[in-house]
């Protein structure tokens, strides 16, 4: 019996969660609808959210009923002249004349359209903001790169930079200031310690350090294989199958190799050792250039040797951020509807209701946290 405490106070996380996002979306998106609505003459009745019984109702003095309903998922806008909550039309006849311009199927042609699409454009409004508000708030990357501070790892890993060091190169390779390697470097050699070139205190000196891109976890894919076998962010994995890894390449190519085979992983954490066995799931990735790939992935994403300084940006570098991240999801998505429906990717990349909320609920349970610097450094992130 005690054993069914978790697991339903975790399901019940997951059920709030979701409804608290569906919520939001939903308000969000109804809310668009009514305001143009509004502005170009068109009257709505009521503003719901939720479905069955009314718990609380207000009427606004543009006449619009404002409530919360028992059933909290989702909610409507209905309008003038509209026979359900659906805003499906039939009622105009109920309407005088005189208002018939004020109902949906009464309203001119642009009134319609605008109204009708200012509910997406509004959730796209919505994500923008709250990119745009992330990126303010948790900054980007200082130039020139300078540790903040240090991630805990293994003592095997060169423990030679120090918070205030201002990172120049490593391996003999520069660094951007997202922490990512010039596109014309060479390989890094997959040592667990390698020289980095740093200025301390105003001198330049060498010093040894940890790869720079360690098999260490960033993140963990909610409802990935990584997630259900219980590995965390900050664990590095030391072996997959008794082979030793040091650098997240070599651990995503195992994975990759794998075809879908168990794995046993080596993992450190926090000083001890342990040992999870994985199976591989098939999964389809969009690339950065369009189009997909499909790849044998666990659920990892590498993660970073230090947390850099960061620095605000300015507020038309961090809106055009936003918008490119939004961009990058309208056009993933689209992408991965025309391949699933061509048959070149797979339909269980799909997630319904059930699958949207588990994902919610892991996300709470996880604090919902980005790295302070990941939407600087998403192309470069490693998946494994």
Known sequence: MDALIPSFGNAAFTIVAFVIALSIIVAVHEYGHYIVGRWTGI?????????GPVLLARTDRHGTRWQIAALPFGGYVKFLGDANAASVGGAEHRVPEAERRHTMMGAPLWARVLTVAAGPLANFLLTILLFLA????????SEPLTVASLTPLPPAYGAGLQPGDEILAVAGRPLSAAGGLTPDSAPLPAE???EWTVRRNGQEMVVPGPHPIPSLVGGVNPGSAAWD???????????????????????AEAVAASAGAPLRLTVWRAGETMEFTLLPRRTDLPRPEGGFETRWLIGLTAGDVFVPVTETPGLAEALAAAVERLWFIITSSLSGIVHMISGAISTCNLSGPVGIAETSGAMGLAGGSWPSWALWRCSRRRWG
């Open 43 to 51: 009257r709505a009745e009521v503003f719901s959210l939720g479905f």
């Open 134 to 141: 992330l990126i303010l708030s948790q900054g980007r990357p």
């Open 192 to 194: 667990p310690v390698v």
């Open 229 to 251: 076998a219980g590995l965390q962010p900050g664990d590095v994995v030391t072996a997959v199958d008794g082979r030793p890894v040091v650098a997240f390449d070599q651990l």
